[in-house]
């Protein structure tokens, strides 16, 4: 990945994948091109769950995969777990306490997950409970991070999580110092992945959450969906 000059890090579900014709042409775009593009997939699914989609989307192998809302960092072939993210993922991480007091919230309805990683919810949406439920974590001095999106999930994270975070550990510690990146998204968990300050795209699908914020010289709406935002995107910070 050192090699590689330039980098699409990408949210899946929405963004990367959901046009599978755009999907192809990105891909044979970037198979055409003189110099190599190093793939990094960023997204909320639990790793299980994400090599589930990678097999049926036919997707290529990512160089580096952060699963669970950047809480989990993956590498090289074998997605080997970031160890050194994983314990800082861990330290001050209380989701027993996390999970008691959501219990009390019976609006909150808690996701089936294989870890404990994150605490992820589902919620009706403009329900008032979830900002109970921060006031809440933030009266009983518990470390976290929430993040709403879809206004219908929320994530809550350890307090240095996130994929904006995880995101930045992976071009720091495995990118080229003058990598071009652009970053992909769709939906409120990307937000801060997308607001890093590299070259960014917001496609044309995107969730309201998204579709609202200011446009920016470094941050790019996409008049199309999915793949071919990302398409779009690229033509207008790299060029042709």
Same mark, same amino acid.
């Given at each position: ?13 929405? $963004?990367? /994948?959901? !046009? ?33 989609? +990678?097999? &049926?989307?036919?997707?290529? %192998?990512?160089?580096?995969? +952060?699963?669970? /809302?950047?809480? &989990?960092?993956?590498?090289?072939? @074998? ?8 314990? @800082?993922? @861990?330290?001050?991480? %209380?989701?027993?306490?996390? +999970?008691?007091? &959501? ?11 294989? *870890? ?10 403009? !329900?008032?409970?979830?900002? *109970?439920?921060?006031? &809440?974590?933030? %009266? ?12 219908? !999930?929320? !994530? ?5 999580? =996130? ?14 110092? #003058?990598?071009? /990146?652009? /970053?992909? =998204? *769709? ?9 890093? =300050? ?8 995107? %969730?309201?959450?998204? $579709?609202?914020? #200011? ?7 996409? @008049? ?5 935002? +990302? ?10």
């Amino acid at each position: 990945m050192k090699r590689k000059t330039h980098m699409l890090a990408t949210d899946l579900d929405g $963004t990367l /994948v959901g !046009d599978q014709e755009a999907l192809r042409e990105l891909l044979l775009y970037y198979d055409e091109l003189p110099y190599d593009v190093a793939l990094v997939y960023v997204t909320g699914r639990h790793l299980a769950s994400t090599l589930s989609l +990678i097999e &049926a989307e036919n997707l290529p %192998q990512p160089d580096i995969l +952060i699963t669970d /809302v950047g809480t &989990a960092i993956y590498r090289d072939v @074998q997605l080997v777990e970031e160890e050194e993210w994983k314990q @800082q993922m @861990q330290a001050e991480w %209380q989701p027993e306490r996390i +999970i008691e007091m &959501a219990s009390a919230l019976p609006s909150l309805h808690r996701q089936s997950l294989p *870890d404990n990683r994150r605490i992820s919810f589902t919620f009706s949406p403009n !329900d008032s409970t979830v900002h *109970d439920f921060e006031k &809440a974590l933030v %009266q009983a001095h518990i470390p976290h991070k929430m993040i709403i999106s879809s206004n219908r !999930d929320v !994530d809550v994270l350890p307090e240095k999580s =996130g994929k904006g975070k995880a995101l930045n550990y992976v071009i720091e510690r495995y990118a080229p110092e #003058d990598v071009q /990146v652009l /970053v992909a =998204g *769709d939906s409120g968990n990307d937000l801060d992945m997308l607001t890093l =300050g590299y070259p960014a795209v917001i496609v044309g699908n995107a %969730q309201p959450e998204l $579709t609202a914020i #200011d446009p920016h010289p470094r941050l790019y709406h996409a @008049q199309k969906n999915c793949a071919k935002g +990302i398409h779009e995107a690229w033509l207008h910070f790299y060029g042709s």
